[in-house]
């Protein structure tokens, strides 16, 4: 149940909804924008195998694992734009640079 019924989502937006877990969106394939800022976010594995992911907007969160991000992220051949700022995880150091060197196809990043 849950999001199985939005397979064709292509747009979700969910900032500030004191979401604790994004569980349940693998199941949207054909995400391709998601919108999560200002929310209790810790983790981000659940977008892994979301494939037509694009943007990735997780603003303010308490995401703290930036290997954790850096693995599910590299996992999106489309992703292009990642707001991660105002996450623990974008406080490691040179965590920009990492983030290029990981992710180059990324266009756009905060």
């Not at 604790?20 to 919108?35: I, K, M, R, W, Y």
């Not at 999106?76 to 983030?99: C, F, I």
Request: hydrophobic residues 45%; negative net charge; glycine residues 6%.
């Amino acid at each position: 149940k849950g999001f199985a019924q939005l397979s064709a989502l292509v747009t979700l937006n969910v900032n500030a909804n004191a979401l604790t877990s994004l569980v349940g969106l693998e199941q949207c394939s054909s995400l391709q924008q998601l919108f999560a800022a200002n929310n209790k976010l810790r983790d981000m594995a659940p977008l892994s195998g979301l494939t037509n992911l694009q943007t990735v907007n997780v603003f303010g969160n308490a995401i703290s694992s930036l290997d954790k991000c850096i693995e599910v992220l590299s996992g999106l051949p489309a992703l292009r734009d990642a707001e991660l700022g105002g996450n623990p995880a974008a406080t490691v150091p040179d965590y920009k640079s990492l983030m290029i060197l990981h992710l180059v196809a990324l266009e756009v990043l905060d």
